[in-house]
């Protein structure tokens, strides 16, 4: 696609309900990257994806916390048994094979804003 | 952590006016980017500054890089209310695979 797309963009859930958020990134880009956002807070790393390997999964906050990506493509962060504090606008970004970190630059999608009540 | 940190957290000025926000972080860099956010949207890469290099234009944005001092600082001349969002470094994490973040500057430019 034009840009890394993600939802849903919205999300409201109940404590202790499981949620799943879809990022689709840049077509072509093989590098994938989950970050959080607290409200008024800079953007916590979560995982990274080169292909469908994540070698960096160190970001995770706890175990209730899985992502997986297929095909090199689409990814899924799944959070189990979600908490009040997991309330938080979950980006996904994306780079190109020849970008990356060295060369810049990160695309990232809109965020999906996930609510626990 | 090798986390960049952005000061000032907020800025207010007018529009036309310069807006300066300062970045500084802890370990060796490869390089340095600038990103902006509009309220509610992703990020928006602005400008990428290796380590080798101590000043980068881009249109109305300048920006610095000390890294004796471990620091960078955003220009953005003749300010627009546009240019109002809130602006992030970062840098390569321990890691190399990610980029860290800092919380941001929060700039305002009023009409």
């Known amino acids: 696609g034009a840009g890394v797309s993600q939802s849903p963009s919205n999300k409201v859930t109940e404590k202790g309900k499981d949620v799943e958020l879809r990022c689709d990134p840049i077509?072509?880009?093989?590098?994938l990257y989950w970050y959080r956002q607290s409200l008024g807070q800079g953007l916590e790393f979560l995982i990274y994806?080169?292909?469908?390997?994540?070698?960096?999964k160190s970001g995770l906050p706890s175990d209730r916390f899985s992502a997986e990506r297929t095909g090199g493509s689409v990814s899924t962060l799944t959070i189990q048994r979600t908490q009040q504090e997991d309330s938080a606008v979950y980006l996904c970004?994306?780079?190109?094979?020849?970008?990356?970190?060295?060369?810049?630059?990160?695309?990232f999608g809109e965020g999906s804003r996930l609510t626990v009540l | 952590s090798q986390q960049g940190e952005e000061d000032p957290q907020a800025l207010s000025i007018q529009e036309g006016e310069n807006a300066t926000m300062n970045c500084s972080y802890k370990?060796?860099?490869?390089?340095l980017q600038w990103y902006r956010q509009n309220s509610g949207r992703g990020l928006v890469h602005l400008i990428l500054?290796?380590?080798?290099?101590r000043e980068k234009h881009s249109g109305r944005l300048r920006v610095t890089l000390d890294t004796s001092k471990k620091s960078s600082s955003l220009l953005i001349t003749a300010s627009r209310a546009a240019d109002t969002a809130s602006y992030f470094c970062?840098?390569?994490?321990?890691?190399?695979?990610?980029?860290?973040f800092g919380k941001g500057t929060s700039l305002l430019v009023t009409p």
């Open positions: 970004a994306s780079s190109s094979p020849s970008g990356g970190l060295n060369t810049g630059e990160l695309f």
């Open positions: 077509s072509g880009h093989t590098a």
């Open positions: 994806f080169q292909g469908n390997s994540a070698p960096d």
């Open positions: 370990t060796s860099i490869n390089n």
């Open positions: 500054i290796r380590s080798n290099e």
């Open positions: 970062a840098t390569v994490s321990n890691s190399g695979y990610a980029l860290n």
